[in-house]
């Protein structure tokens, strides 16, 4: 299975100031050791007397839930504050509220306007935000080379996700004739700096033999890099692979076990697949061990 354009990012990253003492420096430290309680008393006044990374700070604080649990209408309120100020990061992640309806009514045009003016600015998740509006046309027309437009700049600028969705428009053919080697490039620009979705998509090419050489091996390798950080998709591609015997070897235990992880993600095809082997190819013990391994089953961290 596929992976499809990658959503979209946030900037997700506290701020930091400079080197010498001070209350904003100070909350950076309390943040960085989990005293979320301390860096919001410290950020707050700051963020009230008009500093545009205090309010920022907040603004992630609030929705990332370290401040109060998804408070997504504060944090809004912070992010409008330090992007009316021209703040890029603020900019593209009041943006990404509004894409999504979290805190603010969902309006696409508005998404579309906090990017434009990160993106502007050279922001590279902005820009392959952009992307994304044009790709599947929400708040403009659908317009797959100006998606790629902007998928390229972000791309330039080293953003991983915006490589990832570069290899599915070569994939897919989308705003650019089908080129499955450049596919493959992007992809695994996207895969060797731990982006899941161009893991399992690298997986599938080596998979096919599309742009590279067919290689079971190096699909499993991939499929496992992805499945391990938890993407579903792969999880339901290496679950196959441990059914079918191609570039590791048959085991039911596992297959159930990787099948199970994505049917908890909402993977259909996953749940019916783990039924299946369960009904017709495993022992009960072989069930309860593939559960067993299901529930100690923990993601590791992108890389």
């Known amino acids: 299975m596929l992976k499809q354009v990658a959503a979209a990012v946030i900037a997700s990253a506290i701020l930091t100031g400079t080197p010498a003492a001070g209350p904003f420096e100070d909350g950076v430290t309390a943040y960085n050791r989990g005293d979320y309680a301390t860096a919001l008393r410290l950020w707050q006044p ?6 545009v990374k205090a309010r920022f700070n907040l603004g992630l604080m609030y929705e990332k839930g370290d401040a109060a649990p998804g408070d997504y209408i504060k944090a809004a309120r912070w992010y409008r504050l330090s992007a009316e100020q021209g703040y890029a990061d603020a900019q593209n992640n009041l943006g990404l509220l509004y894409s999504d309806g979290r805190g603010v009514r969902r309006d696409y045009a508005e ?3 906090w990017y434009r003016l990160a993106a502007k600015q050279g922001n590279a ?3 392959n935000n952009l992307g994304l509006l044009y790709n599947y046309g929400r708040g403009v027309p659908l317009d797959h080379e100006e998606a790629m437009r902007w998928y390229r700049l972000a791309a330039k600028h080293g953003n991983l996700y915006a490589q990832s969705n570069l290899g599915v428009m070569f994939d897919k053919g989308h705003g650019v004739p089908r080129d499955y080697a450049e596919a493959v490039r992007w992809y695994r620009l996207a895969a060797e700096q731990g982006n899941a979705n161009a893991q399992n ?8 033999g599309s742009g590279v050489p067919h290689d079971d091996a190096e699909a499993v390798r991939w499929y496992r890099l992805a499945a391990e950080q938890g993407n579903a998709d792969a999880q339901f591609n290496l679950g196959l692979r441990c059914i079918n015997g191609k570039g590791v070897p048959v085991d039911v235990v596992l297959a159930h076990m990787w099948f199970n992880l994505a049917a908890e993600q909402g993977n259909e095809h996953a749940r019916e697949n783990r039924d299946i082997i369960a009904a017709e190819r495993m022992t009960p013990d072989q069930i309860a061990e593939a559960e067993r391994l ?10």
């Not at 998509?201 to 096919?208: A, S």
């Not at 299901?294 to 890389?303: D, G, L, V, Y």
């Open 201 to 208: 998509n690298l997986g599938f090419m080596y998979g096919k």
């Open 125 to 127: 998740n902005a820009q």
């Open 111 to 113: 998404a579309l306007r």
């Open 46 to 51: 700051l963020a009230e007397e008009g500093d």
């Open 294 to 303: 299901a529930r100690q089953w923990k993601p590791t961290a992108e890389r």
